[in-house]
């Protein structure tokens, strides 16, 4: 077993905890926006289409310094936020934040895609069943597309737990706060002597991956068997 120093293990918890948040706060909107994507034609659907994945084209730098103009003390966001207690910026809700907004879109297309493969002519049936659009959603269209809304969930959340350049940017990298796996496996490679500590991270980091994917990949297997049944 990895012998990690409780700064280490703090760094491991703290990715999680971001990781797990930030995938969950994504659940929502991300399958809201798929589903619109997927099923609507609206004036300006280009334009969310983009502004969705716009995280992916700009640099995570670029991201998260937007994220610090609009989140910070002094943003436009993020002064109202502070009047009422809320506070993102250099804080691992921050962090949380920033990893919501990388995965989102990659949670959005795998979700879009399983839900433009589900046949139109099966919900079309439900519908004229007497079912209504919320309820032949529920029943039809998410069932079917649960296998890939599963594997962008997972993929969100691995973007997140691998996320740099953004919650660097956004939060910082403070011990205890804000400081991640790959926060701290860079300031472990700046240092003499760092590289033990950083290959025990980066192998945690990889077994948390894997340990993520191999999930997906039951869950997608089995719901895919039971609606093979079904």
Known sequence: MLDLTPAEWTAVALSLK???????????????????????????????????????????????????????????????????????????????????????????????????AVDRRIEQAAGTLGASPLLVFLTVTLPLSLPGCIAGAVLAFAKAMGEFGATITFVSNIPGETQTLPSAIYTLTQVPGGEGPALRLTLVSIAISVTALLASEFLANRLGRKLGAG
């Not at 995280?55 to 009422?84: D, H, K, M, N, Q």
């Not at 910026?89 to 990659?106: D, E, N, Q, S, V």
């Open 18 to 116: 971001v990781a797990s948040i930030a995938t969950l706060a994504s659940l929502g909107p991300g399958l809201a926006t798929a589903w619109l994507l997927a099923r609507r034609r609206f004036p300006g659907r280009a334009l969310l289409d983009g502004l969705v994945h716009l995280p992916l084209i700009l640099p995570p730098v670029v991201t998260g310094y937007l994220l610090l103009l609009a989140f910070g003390r002094r943003g436009p966001v993020g002064s109202l936020l502070a009047e009422i207690g809320v506070v993102l910026a250099f804080r691992w809700t921050g962090a949380a934040l920033a990893c919501a907004i990388m995965g989102f879109p990659l949670m959005v297309r795998a979700m879009r895609l399983s839900i433009e």
